[in-house]
C-alpha cells in the first residue's frame, strides 16, 4: 500500500505547531508627503505652404524653447526631445493629391526640481507662438526616502500587530519566521501612482507684455507599502 502524495498544485500553508505556534500578519502603511519633481510636456507646433518653410520655422520656434528652458539652469533637472513629425495637408477638393500645407510638430519633455521657477517657465513657454504646455504631472523619484520610511513602517506596524495577537493570548513573540512583499512569490501587484493635476496651455500668439506667473501648488504624493509576515511565539497556557 503506497502512501498518498500531496497535491503539488496547493502550496502548503506553514502552519505551526503546539510547540512552535505561528503568526502570519499584514503590515501595510500609506504616507503622504510632499513631490520632489514636476513634469512638464511642451509641444512645439509650425505650418507652411512647403515643407521647407513649415522644417524652418519649426526648426527655429524648437530652439527658442531648449533655450528659453535651459536658462533656469540647475532648477531644471531632465530635458528631453521626443516625436518630431512634418506631415503633408491634402487638399479636400479637386483631382488628384494636391498638398495644401505643411504641419510640423515636436515634443519635447522638461523635468524640474525647483517648484518657484515651474510658474514662471510654464507660463513663459505658454505665451510663446505655437507653442503648447500640459501639466505639471508631480512625482516622487524612485529611490525616494520616502518609499523607504513605508517599507519600515510597514514592517513596525506588523510587529506591533503580531505582538497584540500574542498578548491577547497571554504570550509573546519568539521568532521571525518570514518577511516579504506581497507578491513576491508571484507576479507583483500593480499600485498606481496618485496623478498629478493637470493644465495645458496654447496659445497662437505671444502677448506685448510678460504675463504674470501661474500660481501651481504642488500636490501631495501617496506613498503605499505592504509586507506578510509570519511569527513564531511562546506556546500560550489554554
Partial sequence: MTAATPDASQPAVPYGTPEAPRIAVRGEARLEVDPEIARIGITVAARGRDRRSALDDLTRRNAGVLDLVKTYGDAVERLETGA????????????????????????????????TALGELTTRLADLDLTRVDGPWWALRPDSPAHREARKKAVREAVQRAREYAEALGTSLSALVE???????????????????????????????????????????????????????VPPQL
Fill in 84 to 115: 518630431f513629425s512634418i506631415t503633408p495637408e491634402l487638399t479636400k477638393h479637386g483631382r488628384g493629391e494636391r498638398v495644401r500645407t505643411y504641419h510640423g510638430s515636436v515634443r519635447v519633455t522638461a523635468e524640474l526640481t525647483d517648484f
Fill in 179 to 233: 518577511l516579504a512583499d506581497i507578491g513576491a512569490e508571484s507576479a507583483p501587484p500593480a499600485y498606481p501612482q496618485a496623478p498629478g493635476r493637470m493644465r495645458s496651455a496654447a496659445f497662437a500668439g505671444a502677448a506685448e507684455d510678460t504675463p504674470a506667473p501661474l500660481d501651481l501648488e504642488p500636490q501631495r504624493q501617496r506613498v503605499h507599502a505592504q509586507i506578510n509576515a509570519r511569527f513564531t511565539m
